[in-house]
């Protein structure tokens, strides 16, 4: 599923220029990276349980990052860290600042074809997810197919010639030619 988290960066990338992708691709896998963390300090709950088709992992309490109301307050907080930090030449803040909490918020509408549902609308309640990842057998070919898919046409959408990929990949720190 990150391949289709990432073909966000893309799209997004080919409306505002002067976002930078490597960023863009931080702000599409923001959710993860905090949930990372709240689970390691015990914020989140997750659990490891053996019986679930596919993936074993049980995220049974996640109302701090992907719930609804979670990404939206996290996306809230990027568009205005990126309305304060400065911009290049050229650059529209307020665009920049919205293509990168629209990033953020993009991870939660990602994440409900593959999750169980465990993606809560509000706190911990009215949770969300036609899950994909309850099938043993099918959720890599989906995810590889959604995730593929997702990603070719939102980095189509980003660059018109190999060129042009090149020439973003000497321009930008974030991103190498080992991604192309």
């Avoid at 391949?3 to 992708?21: D, P």
């Avoid at 931080?26 to 689970?39: E, R």
Wanted: hydrophobic share 50%; with cysteine.
């Amino acid at each position: 599923m990150l391949t289709g988290h990432f073909g966000v960066s893309y799209a997004l990338k080919a409306k505002e220029k002067h976002a930078s992708l490597g960023l863009l691709f931080l702000a599409v896998g923001f959710a993860d990276l905090i949930w990372s963390l709240f689970i390691h300090f015990g914020v989140e709950k997750a659990q490891i349980v053996p019986t679930l088709p596919s993936s074993r992992l049980n995220l049974y309490y996640m109302p701090f990052d992907h719930s609804l109301v979670g990404i939206l307050f996290w996306s809230i907080v990027i568009y205005v860290l990126f309305r304060f930090l400065p911009a290049g030449q050229g650059a529209r803040k307020s665009m920049i600042a919205l293509v990168m909490a629209l990033a953020v918020f993009s991870h939660f509408v990602l994440d409900i074809p593959v999750h169980r549902a465990d993606l809560a609308l509000f706190d911990n309640a009215y949770k969300i997810g036609l899950g994909l990842y309850n099938y043993l057998a099918p959720p890599f070919w989906e995810s590889m197919a959604w995730s593929s898919s997702m990603s070719f046409s939102c980095s189509s959408m980003h660059t018109r010639t190999g060129d042009q990929i090149l020439k973003t990949s000497r321009k930008s720190p974030f991103f190498s030619r080992s991604c192309i």
